[in-house]
């Protein structure tokens, strides 16, 4: 492979626009921009997570999910390609099983925290969120994969069972108290 960026700046977007894959241009704060960045900056917190000390199978599932979002970067960068297939999907609902397998069944609802790890894990669901209701509001104005919509869902719900994995090797989840009241 060559080198893809031998230059880190090119000026071209001074102007408020970026390029996409396709050669044509686009606002900077264009929706599909918007969801551009946001899957970035879901990549950028499960890297957060993955600096911690995680158990070897949540490093391997999050490092597959990096890539993931990359391979979803990419499609988003290039108007109707589809480049997240439902084997993307199948792949993460078999991850979300096996790893949610241990768990014992939610009683209480569970505030984000535990340690540093979950923490981190659970800010990357929250962004996971963000992504998602954008892909939604994308869909609204253009045609998109419908895979990568499925895939950014069901990434919310690991995310969210990898925090409870986290947090109960040390710490604990900590649940909502609904008497707790402050004033």
Not at 12 to 38: C, F, H, P, W, Y
Not at 112 to 125: D, F, L, M, S, T
Not at 140 to 157: H, W
């Amino acid at each position: 492979m060559g080198h893809r960026l031998s230059k880190i700046y090119t000026r071209t977007g001074d102007a408020g626009t970026t390029g996409l894959g396709n050669g044509s241009r686009v606002e900077k704060d264009s929706v599909r921009m918007q969801v551009i960045g946001e899957t970035d900056e879901l990549n950028s917190f499960i890297g957060s997570v993955l600096v911690q000390d995680v158990p070897d199978s949540v490093r391997e599932c999050l490092t597959d999910v990096q890539h993931a979002l990359f391979d979803l970067g990419g499609e988003l960068a290039v108007p109707d390609s589809e480049t997240l297939s439902k084997d993307y999907v199948t792949a993460l609902e078999q991850a979300l099983d096996n790893l949610n397998a241990d768990l014992p069944p939610l009683k209480e609802f569970i505030l984000p925290g535990g340690n540093a790890a979950a923490a981190a894990c659970h800010q990357a669901r929250a962004v996971c969120r963000r992504v998602e209701r954008r892909l939604v509001g994308l869909a609204r104005e253009e045609r998109i994969n419908e895979e990568s919509r499925k895939y950014v869902n069901r990434l919310s719900d690991l995310l969210f069972v990898i925090a409870r994995i986290l947090a109960r090797r040390s710490g604990g989840e900590v649940y909502w108290d609904p008497s707790r009241k402050r004033g």
